[in-house]
């Protein structure tokens, strides 16, 4: 949905970006003195850890708190506290569309405290369930001497029914239209009425919560935007009235109203844009960040003083229980000279986030590193990797689990260069490669052979849904023979090594649990090679296979076709890749990646509660049509 950004180390920023709009080329001396001068910042301000989540259970919520409690003696710990209590359910068109499971789960004011004029058109109980565990978390964080964030995406789309009401405040259409069957518009933000409407939700919010200091957002991505902006989806759009204003005018409004509300209510918050999450052209950006209101920031535009931290779960996702170390030490190793550190948990639109365990050990890193002011250069980053491992697995297991940690990274970063697209998520579990049967002729399924996984692959045509393996929101993805197989094979080495780890270890608990998770990580990634090679022969072949059932010619042959051979060779590896993923599911695999806890939960970005009955259900399917494609191409005789 948005751009990959890179989070660079404060020494390798050359351009600044200061408040008020002054930018330009720094010398070395220069960044010297702007390090010293964060430091200092950082010790008379004190440091800010913002930390995202997206944990609804309250229980749960307190064991995240005493975990983050270590981070308060080097700074203010801030918690988001903005997740639903449920998906938006209303929001979603009858019968289902894409582009609304990315905004079903997503953040917006008016969700917890809606404007008079918003809240005729969203259900009461949903939303009185929301304010309630916002203000249920927020106890927690004062009664833990700690503070909240606010995460959301503005300006949030609102129902068709609203702006058949109010017609004068129809901003852009924000939704995906290769992703949508429904256009969605968002309020235009240069409307007075607009803007007194988010300053009043702002106000309400702040003075019900005054722990909330931090308020940040995206936009122009999964249920948000801004008229005329370059980059949403369906083209710069929105009313005239608003077209010759520029984006960062549009933006400085948007953040006004939120300050104005924030003073209605004798409050002073700051507020973040976010760059890497949001889509925006560079001349865009440049011109967000000259106008930039007091207290108000454009987080990863050349940001200074500011750091994100990420763990493994939005690679992973939706298995849990996995770090990478090695990663985690090189991403920190500035974070004593970061005045505010955001820390994501998060992942797949708020289905899912960082187990504690995994969260535990981030926390571990920052700490560390926070007490030695960080490792300087590869070689002290790799002396603190193995004091962990000699924690974690012992004298006699340390340089084992250091050889996996290793290892891990390695193939991570083999995996960026080499198919950085391939994702767990969009392809293992909103195409549902999962659970879905690999076939050489998908059309020849029944309806009920199709139910258990067609309503949740992610595409606005049932057809392409159906035909088009590689069909990832929108976009046909190719993928070269042998990739896949590379990645697995190194994540393999890796999920070995740690099994091999004697019973003495004292982390052998995580360590094992982190070692099946990479199994079942391995696998979603195995099919997603799977089809997206049995898509391109089934392309070379589209001739045929489009034709009709037809018996083969009757020409002697020792090999028959090759295409068949190699398609017959992938069928069966994903049918036992299929049936080791129910082996580890059903021997507690379950517990380690996140699933609906019923029917109605599961969705395109969610895997189904009886994820192991479709497993098998894929397997039976596979081996009813095993033969299909004797029909179109040649097989062997002699």
């Known amino acids: 949905m948005h751009r990959q950004r890179c989070i660079l180390p404060l020494s390798t920023i050359k351009i600044l970006f200061y408040k008020g709009g002054a930018r330009g080329v720094a010398s070395e001396s220069q960044l010297e003195a702007l390090k010293s ?362 340089d084992r689990l250091f050889n996996a940690f290793i290892a891990l990274d390695e193939a991570v970063n083999f995996k960026k260069a080499a198919m950085p697209n391939v994702s767990a998520l969009y392809w293992g579990v909103s195409a549902r490669h999962m659970t879905r049967p690999l076939l050489i002729a998908p059309k020849r399924l029944t309806e009920k052979e199709e139910s258990y996984f067609l309503p949740y692959v992610f595409n606005v045509s049932k057809e392409e849904a159906r035909m088009d393996y590689t069909d990832i929101h929108g976009s046909h993805h190719l993928l070269q023979p042998g990739l896949v197989e590379n990645y697995v094979s190194k994540i393999r080495q890796v999920y070995l090594l740690l099994e091999s780890i004697g019973g003495s270890a004292p982390k052998k608990g995580f360590i094992q649990k982190m070692a099946t998770s990479l199994r079942i990580y391995a696998s979603i990634i195995r099919s997603c090679g799977n089809f997206a090679e049995a898509q391109a022969i089934r392309e070379r072949n589209a001739a045929r296979l489009n034709g009709e059932v037809h018996l083969p010619n009757k020409e002697t042959t020792w090999t028959g076709d090759p295409d068949l051979l190699r398609f017959n060779e992938i069928m069966r590896n994903e049918l036992d890749n299929a049936q080791e993923l129910i082996g580890l599911l059903e021997k507690g695999g379950m517990e380690l990646l996140w699933h609906a806890n019923d029917q109605l939960h599961e969705d395109t970005f969610l895997p189904g509660q009886d994820l192991i009955a479709q497993l098998k259900m894929k397997r039976r399917i596979m081996l009813n049509h095993w033969r299909d494609i004797e029909d179109y191409l040649t097989s062997p005789l002699k």
């Open 37 to 398: 001068f964060t430091l200092q910042t950082s010790k008379e301000k004190g440091r800010i850890f913002i930390i995202k989540t997206c944990i609804k259970d309250l229980d749960e919520f307190r064991k995240l708190v005493l975990q983050a409690a270590r981070l308060k003696k080097y700074g203010t710990v801030q918690i988001n506290i903005s997740t639903l209590a449920d998906k938006g359910y209303y929001e979603i068109p009858e019968g289902g569309n894409p582009w609304h499971e990315y905004a079903a789960n997503k953040q917006t004011p008016y969700k917890f405290f809606p404007d008079p004029k918003i809240a005729p058109f969203l259900p009461a109980e949903f939303v009185k369930k929301n304010r309630q565990l916002l203000i249920d978390k927020a106890r927690i964080l004062r009664e833990n001497d700690m503070e909240a964030a606010f995460f959301g995406s503005e300006p949030n789309f609102l129902p068709a029914s609203f702006f058949d009401a109010y017609p004068n405040m129809r901003g852009p259409r924000i939704d995906h239209p290769r992703r949508s069957n429904v256009e969605v518009f968002a309020p235009c933000i240069s409307v007075d009425e607009t803007q007194e409407m988010y300053a009043g939700m702002m106000a309400e919010m702040l003075r019900t919560v005054p722990e909330i200091k931090t308020f940040y957002f995206k936009t122009n991505d999964a249920g948000a935007g801004i008229c005329w902006m370059d980059w949403l989806y369906s083209g710069p759009n929105g009313p005239d009235h608003c077209k010759n204003q520029s984006a960062g005018e549009r933006v400085a409004k948007l953040m006004e109203s939120f300050k104005n509300g924030a003073s209605r209510a004798g409050k002073k918050i700051n507020i973040y844009l976010s760059a890497g999450e949001s889509n925006f052209s560079e001349e865009e950006e440049r011109d967000i960040a000259n106008h930039l209101p007091q207290d108000c920031y454009f987080e990863g535009y050349h940001s200074i003083g500011s750091m994100v931290i990420r763990g493994f779960i939005g690679e992973s996702y939706p298995v849990t229980e996995i770090i990478n170390p090695l990663s985690l030490l090189n991403g920190t190793r500035l974070v004593d000279q970061a005045t505010t550190v955001f820390i994501g948990t998060e992942a797949a639109y708020d289905r899912g986030y960082e187990s504690l365990d995994a969260l535990g050990f981030l926390i571990d890193v920052l700490e560390r590193q926070l007490q030695n002011h960080g490792p300087d250069g590869l070689i002290s980053t790799l002396q603190e990797l193995k004091h962990f491992c000699d924690d974690w697995a012992g004298k006699n297991d340390a």
